[in-house]
T-cell receptor, first 113, second 113 residues
């Protein structure tokens, strides 16, 4: 079945460090891929998405590229800020219609000044 | 355009009581999804509804849990005879079509004492 495997956390970085959170997926067909961010006590917010192979999603300095050959969608940011501290979820939406999302277990990021 | 609204934000119930969680989708969205997030885990799909119809309830526990999305009013997730293991954050998401990205509400945090 469809699934998402996400890098375990927690991750602690100093401000301005580089961030990579690994995400790989298993799916039939051509899923859409997403990164959501959850700030403490809040719901999930869409961070970025990619709907087909080789697409690059980007937002707020974060990027992720849909790699079909490696079934990956790693999240990257060149210089993190304290305000980026949150939990990040990789998610997959299967190619057929009207579907649930499959989420990874989340990676907690703490950025220290 | 208001986002997805959920209420209450926090709900405390004693074992054996009933919990009712409400979700008002974004304006113009007719597809609603419910997810459960257990502590230290990712979101798990529970049920997918359109107006007056349950489309996919493959993630719903077989007993005590039910969901509806009436023609008028919010979607309701109902948990009867709650147990401590039901303590979790319950998130609702909506989308304008079954193929679009999902927009999440802030969640209802249920605590069973």
């Amino acid at each position: 079945g469809d699934s998402v495997t996400q890098m375990e956390g927690p991750v602690t970085l100093s401000e301005e460090a580089c961030l990579t959170i690994n995400c790989t997926y298993t799916a039939t067909g051509y899923p859409s891929l997403f990164w959501y961010v959850q700030y403490p006590g809040e719901g999930l917010q869409l961070l970025l998405k990619a709907t087909k192979a080789d697409d690059k999603g980007s937002n707020k300095g974060f990027e992720a590229t849909y790699r079909k050959e490696t079934t990956s969608f790693h999240l990257e940011k060149g210089s993190v800020q304290v305000s980026d501290s949150a939990v990040y979820f990789c998610a997959l939406s299967p190619s057929n219609t009207g579907n649930q999302f499959y989420f990874g277990t989340g990676t907690s990021l703490t950025v220290i000044p | 355009n208001a986002g997805v609204m959920q209420n209450p934000r926090h709900l405390v119930r004693r074992r054996g009581q009933e919990a009712r969680l409400r979700c008002s989708p974004m304006k113009g969205h007719s597809h609603v999804y419910w997810y459960r997030q257990l502590p230290e885990e990712g979101l798990k799909f529970m049920v997918y509804l359109q107006k007056e119809n349950i489309i996919d309830e493959s993630g719903m526990p077989k007993e005590r849990f039910s969901a509806e999305f009436p023609k008028e009013g919010p979607s309701i997730l109902r948990i009867q005879q709650v147990v401590r293991g039901d303590s979790a954050a319950y998130f609702c998401a909506s989308s304008p079509t079954g193929e679009a990205e999902q927009y999440f509400g802030p969640g209802t945090r249920l605590t069973v004492t």
